[in-house]
């Protein structure tokens, strides 16, 4: 019973979050407009003014474009977890970009102790 219950509980909450990295880079067309939340490793950024475009990796190396304020962009290898809207289509500076986050809120985050888990 107690297995049943534990087991219970995680798909709960497994099943509350938000889509994934793996989701949004699979079919993005289906999150589309949706606000996310994604924890991710800054491999790269490129400034392009006020603004600057950074690549989210997780821990299995799958890769997402995200648009942040340039007083908020983080330094390079720092695990992040990123607020915003995904979008199709996202300007920054004269260059378009597809299937981004449109950052609202930037804050540090601890690397995943079990990336393997689920």
């Known amino acids: 019973?107690?297995?049943?219950?534990?087991?219970?509980?995680?798909s709960i909450a497994v099943g509350a979050c938000?889509?994934?990295?793996?989701?949004?880079?699979?079919?993005p067309q289906q999150h589309y407009e949706e606000q996310?939340?994604?924890?991710?490793?800054?491999?790269?950024?490129?400034?392009?003014g006020d603004q600057v475009l950074i690549e989210l990796a997780d821990w299995d190396e799958r890769r997402i474009l995200a648009r942040v304020a340039?007083?908020?962009a983080p330094p390079l290898e720092q695990w992040v977890q990123v607020r915003g809207v995904f979008v199709a289509?996202?300007?920054?500076?004269?260059?378009v970009?597809?299937?981004?986050?449109?950052?609202?809120r930037v804050k540090k985050h601890?690397?995943?102790w079990f990336p393997y888990l689920f």
């Not at 049943?4 to 509980?9: E, G, N, P, T």
């Not at 996310?36 to 392009?48: L, Q, Y």
């Not at 289509?89 to 260059?95: N, Q």
């Not at 970009?97 to 609202?104: C, F, G, S, T």
Request: proline residues 4%; without cysteine; hydrophobic residues 50%.
């Open 110 to 112: 601890r690397a995943p």
């Open 18 to 27: 938000g889509p994934k990295l793996t989701t949004l880079t699979e079919r």
């Open 97 to 104: 970009v597809y299937d981004a986050i449109a950052v609202e």
């Open 70 to 72: 340039a007083q908020d």
């Open 36 to 48: 996310v939340k994604i924890v991710g490793r800054v491999s790269r950024s490129e400034a392009f």
């Open 89 to 95: 289509e996202l300007r920054i500076g004269d260059r």
């Open 1 to 10: 019973m107690l297995r049943l219950a534990l087991a219970v509980a995680v």
